[in-house]
């Protein structure tokens, strides 16, 4: 049972840039805040950046001013831009409600930065 799917990742160099897409199928995004997620090999999964109902942002320090989230409410699709990326940011990333709901966490994408 599939309810997030995510796509958008890939192979890049340090200091390129990507587009990360969530598509939505289980809440409305235009009522439920909504995060990114990454986890690295042997590290937890720890969330990146978030957006509110009201648009209000949060990113974590080690990607504020290179990430940026957004949502489309009309297609239910949440959105990660990702520039000036950074070997540190390879992970897989995930999307889900904020806080997460357990039972929604998809597959993710694969985001690999070269140096």
């Known amino acids: 049972q599939v309810q997030l799917v995510e796509s958008g990742g890939g192979l890049v160099q340090s200091g390129g840039s990507l587009r990360l897409s969530c598509e939505v199928f289980e809440f409305d995004l235009e009522h439920h805040a909504m995060g990114w997620f990454r986890q690295a090999p042997g590290k937890e999964r720890e969330a990146v950046a978030c957006i509110s109902s009201d648009r209000v942002t949060f990113y974590v320090e080690s990607v504020k001013g290179r990430f940026t989230i957004d949502r489309d409410n009309v297609k239910n699709t949440g959105y990660l831009q990702m520039n000036n990326l950074k070997p540190e940011d390879t992970a897989v990333y995930y999307c889900?409600?904020?806080?997460?709901?357990?039972?929604?966490w998809g597959q993710g994408t694969q985001v690999t930065v070269s140096s």
């Open positions: 889900n409600a904020y806080p997460p709901n357990e039972r929604y």
